[in-house]
């Protein structure tokens, strides 16, 4: 693998020792019907001109507040309530907007998180880049468009030329990124924000557009401020970390010193929780000395996540639970009138799961990853082949046998704002299953979601509260809980904790590891996260373009790959094989 | 790292006292459960606009179940010696052409009017309900022949239907006034309670509620409906007034309500003759027509603040 050494990103031969960004004690507060409540509170970091630093923390730490604030873009009714920021000595927080128009874009350039929203959709791709080129005078007239054209194929886009007429619904997720960037330099800034560039991409095309961003930003001495929740990615692109915890910066210094010894307890959880290529197979506490651990304790994570993965006990030999032969799945996609287009999206997959294990399908999006679970779910009907669940074809089960296959197998899916029902409360939700099903009294559905609640860790006062009250990561729970209220013997999970953030991640993880072992469930586990699987399979299939190119357990996959294409997909895993300090 | 760089930073650490670490994801119980429906209740109940409104409507509703309370005066006895007179004591508004008392036409005129817009908007929130959800959830060609019969019924302006409908109609109550209404007012709702089905039936919770093994019926009664009603209410309550003022219309127009049943709209047409001479005969009626509509257009202003999604974000 070419990404096994980790090499400070830049360092630019322009060295000054005025700091190019200073933030003095910075304070914002969004205004709101009961006063001011702060997002960010007394920051200070320092950027040097050529440097790259990166701000890493979860949701609502407040590390978009505080990049947005540095070019007065705050959403909503957020304001600089205290503090200063300092860009060339210059005071921005105390700029006009008529001034600050002319700092941004030209001094301090933004890539926004979402390349699929951050494109006007009216506009051609040309049009938006040269606008961005004529508003920040680099050029007018007839040099714009050939400026534009430059700043495309700097930005990695070879055939722009024959491109700039095209609109953002022609482009990819990863080529409009390119377009992001390509704006975002476009006027030479001397500062870069990048806010979480690439966490909506598959990793590989993470990789290539971080390579570009990392090869652009050197040659023109860029410094780069970049947002991210990924520490592999801030080990392997950043010289600086600054990690933010509700609105506070708890650490920051050179980021490989961090992560390699971090100090403070709270990065000391965040780097114990981050999956890496080092990482290995949770172990279930129970398992491991008799006593079940409370998932809240502060140091059970690194312990569990990641010291007590010793050894595994070699599951059971046994029948397969579930066995797919071949199974394919053709869509016809209406085109014009009565043409229709062909799609297959699953190609004659195999594979098969035993009892008590994890097997976790892995590929990028357009895979057919979540279509091979929608038809192990019998959500979809299967083209050809077959899929056998304890020795029983499930395909075309009808009336109470498909029922009691339900009732068997059951999914956890990835969003967990969209999976539960905003109108249920979370008894009602969980009661549901058994209610659908005509299992027990009303006392014993009772006694039963008490139950499950206690084994999501949640407590029985959860019962009467709504979704929209809820986590991210306390509703997965919620919905790991509904999928166990029927005791089943498979969980299909569906990116189940690919929303979350990363401690909450590793306490969902954690959770499922423990029931594994509890009830002895059998998992499907589906994620586009290499890092993840590591924690959690026993065995790993690795689909491309609906076709399983990989099947072997997981020590295998991860030591000694066969495949090209899961090699290229482990080398594009962000600092994956950087070894954090745990 | 080597140190080579003159720029790099110090290692810095909060000091843990200004930093607390608290547990991984606990949940708040500090706060109260709110459901979306006790969060509308919330954000209306702080609402002038729906005080006022509530306490106009149910004085509305007092008024039209219980006339007498407020009229000691019968409408129907008339003496043509006081054919356009002034307010006189007793009768506050004064008195029509034909020498009824203005007040009590109207506190009596209240109960037509109130009844055909009650019953218009349930007959048809219920047939825009059932229809539209079943056209959205079930689709294919029962979606295909609803929505079809539905643009045939929208195509016509209520009123003008109403209008032919009305004139060949034997008989012309409240009842019937609100079932031609209705029939061609409901393919409105149903278009907004299809399209509102059709984006919550593609939603995750319902996907999770077949994979749990929940039948389809029920996951429409339980899960899809309760998600898709809320914009039904917000036009439910807007076209209350609507219907209203369609009854008044058509009484106006002569092919409503029967002139011996008192209504504000024949109350107004019997008006428009003395309108030169005596506009209060017209005034009157028509400021109870106005205020009765503004009253359920306010309300469901407010209703629909409180319960759209977005407008909720923005507070």
């Known amino acids: 693998m070419s990404q096994t050494i980790i090499e400070p990103v830049s360092e630019s031969a322009d060295v000054s020792n005025e700091p190019l960004l200073q933030i003095r004690d910075l304070e914002v507060g969004f205004q709101t019907q009961h006063g001011i409540v702060p997002a960010v509170r007394g920051v200070s970091l320092t950027l040097y001109s050529g440097q790259t630093l990166a701000i890493v923390g979860e949701s609502g730490s407040g590390k978009t507040t505080t990049a947005q604030a540095i070019i007065k873009l705050l959403a909503g009714t957020g304001k600089i309530t205290a503090g200063q920021v300092l860009f060339e000595g210059r005071d921005l927080s105390a700029l006009s907007e008529k001034q600050m128009q002319d700092v941004r874009g030209r001094l301090i350039g933004y890539v926004p998180q979402d390349p699929m929203s951050n494109l006007n959709p009216v506009w051609n791709i040309g049009f938006q880049v040269e606008e961005a080129i004529k508003a920040n005078n680099v050029a007018q007239g007839k040099a714009a468009r050939q400026r534009t054209i430059q700043v495309l194929q700097e930005a990695g886009l070879s055939d722009a030329e024959d491109r700039l007429k095209q609109f953002p619904h022609q482009f990819s997720g990863g080529m409009r990124q390119r377009v992001l960037i390509g704006i975002g330099l476009s006027a030479r800034p001397k500062l870069l924000i990048a806010d979480e560039p690439t966490s909506a991409l598959d990793v590989t095309v993470q990789r290539q557009i971080l390579d570009h961003l990392g090869t652009l930003t050197r040659d023109y001495g860029t410094s780069v401020l970049f947002i991210t929740h990924d520490l592999g990615l801030a080990a392997e692109r950043a010289e600086q970390l600054v990690v933010m915890f509700k609105g506070k910066i708890v650490e920051s210094g050179p980021s490989q010193e961090i992560l390699a010894n971090p100090q403070h307890p709270y990065t000391q959880r965040l780097v114990a929780a981050a999956p890496s290529l080092a990482s290995r197979r949770i172990q279930s506490a129970k398992h491991a000395d008799g006593e079940g651990a409370d998932i809240f304790s502060g140091g059970s994570l690194d312990t569990t996540l990641v010291a007590r993965a010793a050894e595994r006990e070699a599951p059971p030999e046994a029948k397969d639970l579930i066995s797919v032969q071949n199974i394919s799945k053709l869509y016809r996609i209406r085109t014009k009138g009565l043409r229709y287009n062909e799609l297959l999206a699953v190609n004659d997959v195999s594979f098969g799961i035993k009892k008590g294990t994890t097997t976790a399908l892995v590929g990028e999006s357009g895979s057919g990853k979540s279509t091979v679970a929608k038809l192990i779910l019998q959500l979809e009907s299967i083209t050809s082949g077959q899929i056998e669940f304890d020795g029983q074809d499930v395909a075309g089960l009808k009336g109470a046998a498909l029922l009691k296959f339900r009732r068997r197998v059951q999914p956890v899916f990835q969003d967990p704002y969209g999976s539960l029902d905003p109108q249920y409360n979370v008894g009602n939700t969980i009661a549901e299953p058994l209610l659908a099903h005509k299992i027990g009294t009303s006392a014993e559905r009772q006694a039963r979601v008490r139950e499950l609640l206690d084994q999501v860790s949640l407590p029985w006062a959860t019962r009467y509260r709504y979704p929209s009250e809820l986590s991210g990561g306390q509703r997965q729970r919620i919905a790991v809980a509904r999928a166990l209220a029927l005791k089943p013997d498979v969980l299909v999970l569906d990116e189940a904790v690919s929303a979350l953030d990363v401690l909450v991640q590793g306490q969902i993880l954690n959770l499922l590891t423990e029931l594994q072992t509890e009830l002895g469930l059998t998992y499907l586990f589906i994620t586009h996260d290499l890092a993840v699987v590591r924690l959690v399979a026993d065995n790993v299939c690795v689909m491309q373009k609906g076709k399983i190119v990989e099947t072997a357990s997981t020590d295998e996959v991860f030591d000694s790959p066969r495949e090209a294409y899961t090699q290229e997909l482990l080398a594009a895993i962000p600092g994956g094989n950087f070894e954090f300090g745990r | 790292m080597p140190n080579k760089n003159p720029n790099a930073q110090t290692h810095y650490v909060a000091a843990l006292e200004e930093t607390p670490v608290e547990t991984v994801d606990r949940l708040d119980e500090s706060q109260k459960a709110r459901s979306t429906w006790a969060d509308a209740w919330d954000a209306m109940r702080v609402r002038p606009t729906f005080w006022i409104s509530s306490a106009l409507i149910l004085l509305i509703v007092i008024v039209a179940l219980f006339p007498s309370l407020f009229a000691q005066v019968s409408p129907t006895q008339c003496e043509l010696g006081d054919s356009h007179d002034g307010p006189a004591d007793g009768h506050p508004l004064g008195f029509t052409r034909q020498g009824c008392d203005i007040y009590a036409r109207i506190i009596f005129g209240t109960q037509a009017s109130v009844t055909v817009g009650l019953l218009a908007t349930m007959l048809v929130t219920f047939t825009g309900i059932v229809v539209g959800s079943l056209a959205g959830y079930y689709g294919g060609i029962l979606d295909a022949i609803v929505s079809r019969i539905g643009d045939i019924f929208f195509a016509v302006p209520t009123v003008l239907g109403a209008i032919v409908l009305m004139s060949v109609l034997p008989e012309r109550t409240p009842v019937t006034i609100a079932l031609v209404l209705s029939l061609f007012a409901w393919p409105q709702i149903a278009r907004i309670m299809r399209g509102a089905v059709l984006s919550a039936r593609n939603s995750d919770y319902v996907t999770a ?48 309500l029967p002139p011996d049943i008192m209504s504000w709209g024949n109350d107004i047409d019997a008006a428009k003759s003395s309108l030169r001479t005596n506009p209060q005969v017209l005034l009157y009626p028509a400021a109870a027509l106005s205020v009765t509509v ?14 759209d999604p977005e407008a909720r974000a923005r507070r």
Not at chain 2, 215 to 223: D, E, G, P, V, Y
Not at chain 2, 294 to 307: E, K, P, Q, S, Y
Request: proline share 3%; hydrophobic share 60%; no cysteine.
């Open chain 2, 209 to 256: 509620s077949v994979a749990l093994g929940v039948s389809k019926f029920r996951i429409l009664l339980r899960h899809v409906i309760p998600n898709s009603i809320a914009p039904v209410i917000v036009i439910a309550t807007v076209s209350l007034g609507t219907f209203i003022v369609a009854e008044a219309t058509l009484s106006f127009l002569g092919i409503g």
């Open chain 2, 294 to 307: 503004l009253a359920f257009l306010m309300l469901g202003d407010v209703v629909r603040d409180a319960l």
